[in-house]
């Protein structure tokens, strides 16, 4: 399936620069956007109204295809990986498909019903996708974009649809660290910020950690949280003294989530790692070969005050 996967995205790479639906060229990426993260498209003239369109089958082709493998990847890490896409691309689908319901209304003097509909109902997927594919803190980032320039520019002020959106978490439960720690200072403690993905309450959540290297037991911290949050917590630990690999527990609405994914499975267990680096001294940063007085700053405009 990996030689099937790569001779997919080798086809969409020669095919260049995403392509409008009306083209209905199969295999490359579509133009789902006016531009990344995304302002939700305006068809041109020749783009498929109907999104059972064969022309808009093939447009998408390269997402259907690359998201029908999801039941054939094999491995915990090999499915996360290949997850992060599948959320991506079905959330370009739900963009596409977004853009033909939204010239139906506006064709229809935003009196369809049905199509106000489909554009929360889209709306509303496109965020379930966005969210479970969130690894670091630019993801969040691409949501807000996502919120301000479609949900708040086109659905509430240009299109004027006042509906409350869906907001149920419908995706599978996960809990994620972000940003990535993978190192601290000798005269630092290690405290990891953690959000937990899911629509229920969250059970003993833990951090096991021990000596990078060491076969002997996890020691185990519970997580605090972070503002009063539900889902939003921390991991704090004072600083051992050593290197050491972690990994985080806990449970949603009682299904078992962990962190790495590939994480705390015995004899096979691949988990984060955090490497303590000796405190730089004043002497060593004096020492340096490199001084502020050796970098050129020409051109670099003064700051005003």
Known sequence: KSDEIGTLLAM?????EPKFTGEGIKGSIPRASRFLPSALNELEDDDPKITTDPKFLDAIDVYTQFCSYKDHIIGIGNRDRYMYWYHFFQGQIELCKMAIYRQLYVESDFLDGAMRKLI???WSNLMTH???RIRNVSELGVIAQLHQSTLTDVIRGELEITELVDT??????SVRAMPE??????DENFEQKVIFLGSGDVKRPCMHYRKMGSSGAFSTVALKLVNSSRHVMKASLANPGYDFEYYITGLIDGHPVTYPVTGGIEGTSINKTIVISPTASIDAREDSDTTTEEIDLSGVPELED
């Open 12 to 16: 969409a790479d020669r095919l260049g």
């Open 120 to 122: 929360l109902k889209s």
């Open 130 to 132: 966005e969210i479970q």
């Open 168 to 173: 149920t978490y419908k995706g599978e439960s």
């Open 181 to 186: 720690i993978s190192q601290i200072r000798s």
